[in-house]
């Protein structure tokens, strides 16, 4: 037998990927082969628990029944028509849908598009037409994607060194991080410092943030940070635009999770779990904003797919079905609980935080290396697992909000006893 016969399915699919696939595209050791709510099965037949979620598109967890039977229908009505060449109902009720679920009381307009990043970069695209004005405010450990203009507003060297020039006219301002000493009162100094030093408020088109932010380290930002720069926008014709792309869709127990920082946003830019495992993003915003846009100013062949807007109607109609919250909340808690028991044991554990059900826990110490022993010792262990942050110290949860007390109770000792194999703790 060769070398090549004798090795696992694994091992075949992963040499594959690596002579015909760009390096570029981070390799994980896993190689799918079927998946169903909190679990995941590889070509070798072994079982893991999914807390990774396909990075918080699996809010309904794997192949949710109505959306998969959603989808399967309207495969046999039409895949494709392009919004521009044939006007379809799945993608005006989508729209229909999400002005109906709208944070406040505006009157929305939508578009949808095929990624996060692509609602980033129109989302922008609206605020610069909306007010005839360049500046875009980000602000420090911010993910909002990694095209041309949204790796400039991106926080991470990885995102972006080496693939100049950037997008001009993008300022960076503070976001508070309590556990590292930033408070709010810092980061909007940070950010007042920015509007006398470096540019005037009244050039500025929109300020872009994530209500929590994820690829940053899951950081809630403090609601009085959010309506402080809600007020600022008011004051400056700003456009507050509300990156949900990983916060929203049920993520922190609120459709979206400016929800909870009483604050209603200009725009709202929606993706991840909303096309329910394919390929959806929106953004949604107050109807005179969106309609500043000229006419073939926005849009593109395949945003808003009528086969994703099929399966995003049947993600927010379970997103909004009687007991959803109620699940996602005690799901919340129940992982909060044992998370703070967890930190209790492990001095290694500087603090755990989150919104509702979006949970992480940072390490204390500021480097990667035992958050990743840890997801790889996850992995060994049969639990998938990402870490985040700026610094790659913190461990994120996003298992299904429909995922069973058991399967969580499961993932969270996998996740002790990972820690331990990690040498990250007292075993
Ligand atoms: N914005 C946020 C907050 C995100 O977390 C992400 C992706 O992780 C994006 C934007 C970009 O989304 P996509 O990867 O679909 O382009």
Known sequence: ??????????????????????????????????????????????????????IACQNLGHGPSAVVAAVHE????????????????????????????????????????????????????????????????????????????????????????????????????????????????????????????????????????EPVQGEGGFIPMPPEFVQALRRICDEYGIVYVDDEVQAGCGRTGTMWAIEQLGVEPDLLVSGKTLGGGLPLAAVTGRAELMDGVHVGGLGGTFGGNPVACAAALAVVDELT???????????????????????????????????????????????????????????ERGLLLLSCGLDGNVIRLLPPLTASDEELERGLSLLEEALGDAGAVRT
């Open 74 to 209: 309207q495969v046999d009505r039409y895949l494709h028509q392009c919004f521009m060449v044939g006007t379809y109902e799945p993608y005006v009720d989508l729209c229909r849908r999400l002005d109906e679920l709208w944070p406040g009381d505006s009157e929305t307009k939508s578009i949808l598009v095929n990624s996060g990043a692509e609602a980033i970069e129109n989302a922008v695209k609206i605020a610069h037409a909306a007010t005839g004005r360049a500046g875009v405010v980000v602000f420090d450990r911010a993910f909002h994607g990694r095209t041309t203009l949204t790796m400039a507003m991106t926080a991470k060297l990885v995102y972006k060194q080496g693939f100049g020039p950037l997008a001009t006219d993008i300022y960076r301002a503070a976001a508070p991080y309590p556990f590292r000493g930033v408070s709010t009162e810092d980061a909007l100094a940070s950010l007042d410092l920015l509007f006398r030093q470096d540019v005037d408020p009244r050039s500025i088109a929109c300020i872009v943030l």
């Open 1 to 54: 037998m060769s070398v090549e016969q004798r090795a696992s399915a694994t091992d075949r699919v992963l040499a594959a990927r690596e002579r015909y696939v760009a390096r570029g595209v981070a390799t994980p050791s896993l190689a799918v082969a079927r998946a169903e709510g909190a679990r995941v099965w590889d070509v070798d037949g072994r079982e893991f628990l999914d807390f990774a979620g396909g």
């Open 321 to 379: 079905a009687p007991g959803f919250a109620e699940r996602a909340e005690h799901v919340g808690s129940f992982l909060r609980t044992r998370l703070d028991e967890i930190a209790s044991r492990q001095p290694v554990v500087g603090e755990v935080r989150g919104l509702g059900p979006m949970l992480a826990f940072e390490l204390r110490e500021p480097t990667p290396d035992a958050a990743k022993a840890t997801t790889a010792a996850a992995f």
